[in-house]
């Protein structure tokens, strides 16, 4: 398709062409520029008798485009299934972690909880930071070996 909105004539280009296949060409061709040209183009519709002039956008439109414009999406939820799953793990990890030992607790809860690095640990116990990152490493094989058990 050359230009658009502007429908081939089909009869000079296919001169022996049948009547039908004319026509299924012109159809074809009009739903090809609905797709390339309609979809993407913003309209203004003017209303003479209220006075008013309506923009309405396109209905095919790049995402950063409609960031700019802060529009709004749907946010993607968890099926009821994984939500479900999702709630199981976290009542096997609660399970789990009032089985640690108050010392391991407290570590689980500064490092993910607290969001405290291994070197700020340390420096609270008064220990290495390769000791802390070896009692992580020893406290969630625990977990694991826990929440493998219920």
Do not use: C
């Not at 090809?32 to 006075?51: A, F, H, I, S, W």
């Not at 008013?52 to 414009?69: A, F, K, N, W």
């Not at 793990?89 to 490092?111: C, F, M, N, V």
């Amino acid at each position: 398709m050359a230009k658009p909105y502007r429908i081939p004539d089909f009869r000079k280009l296919y001169p022996e062409a049948s009547e039908e296949v004319i026509a299924v060409l012109r159809t074809t061709e009009r739903k090809m520029q609905y797709q390339e040209y309609d979809l993407k183009v913003e309209r203004t519709v003017v209303d003479q008798e209220n006075r008013t002039v309506e923009q309405i956008p396109s209905r095919e439109d790049s995402y950063e485009r409609m960031l700019e414009q802060n529009v709004q999406f749907a946010e993607e939820t968890a099926s009821a299934e994984e939500q479900a799953l999702q709630n199981i793990q976290t009542q096997q990890l609660h399970k789990a972690l009032l089985l640690l030992s108050d010392d391991e607790r407290d570590l689980i809860e500064r490092l993910f909880f607290q969001e405290q690095t291994e070197r700020e640990i340390a420096a609270v116990y008064g220990l290495s930071q390769n000791a802390v990152n070896k009692r992580r490493k020893r406290v969630l094989d625990k977990l694991r070996e826990l929440i493998k058990d219920f």
